[in-house]
């Protein structure tokens, strides 16, 4: 073999390892993207179950499946106000980092692991407060003798279902900020009578 047969080898040999750092640099961040795709997965739901979010909930949930008026419990409009609007501000935030997921999506179908898992996680809290929300802000709207205005914060909620409704991971019966009563499948309309 003369010296332009290893010149040749040499070249061939350098283009093939540079190939292989090509592959493996790809792999890395298809997998390091993956990865930081699933921790903003895991850090949204996170969000909207612990700290003062977890503690919002508490105060809606109590709206929605408790009994508030004048011969009740008596209600702290504004604490309840603050919590309602916390619990909608979080929704609003799963809602743009669900956007952010669908669109970062490297190649193939619009949806990917990452985004199964983020609208796993959340779809029940989504199904709980389709019909939470609209019992909670009548509840504050008679508690407070005012119209509660919330519907620029309730977007990215309704946003939200609308997304997981397509998806077939929430019901269809829920509507837009109204609970549909009767035919509601919240288990509020379905507990049994003392």
Known sequence: MGADDWSALAGVSSTLLALAAVVIALLAFRSEHQRARFEGAR???????????????KIVGSLHYGDFGPTSTPLDVSQALTSYF????????????????????????????????????????????????????????????QEISDSDSASGFRRLTLALQKRGLVDRAYRQGTCPGAECPCACHHQSQP
């Open 86 to 145: 916390t619990v909608l501000w979080c929704f609003e935030r799963i809602e743009a980092g669900r956007t952010a997921l669908a669109r970062g999506v490297i190649r193939g179908p619009r949806t990917d692991s990452a985004l199964d898992y983020l609208d796993t996680l959340v779809a029940w809290h989504v199904t709980e407060y389709a019909c939470g929300f609209a019992v909670a802000r009548r509840k504050l709207a008679e508690a407070s003798a």
């Open 43 to 57: 850090s949204l739901h996170h969000d909207l179950t612990t700290g003062e979010v977890a503690a919002a909930r």
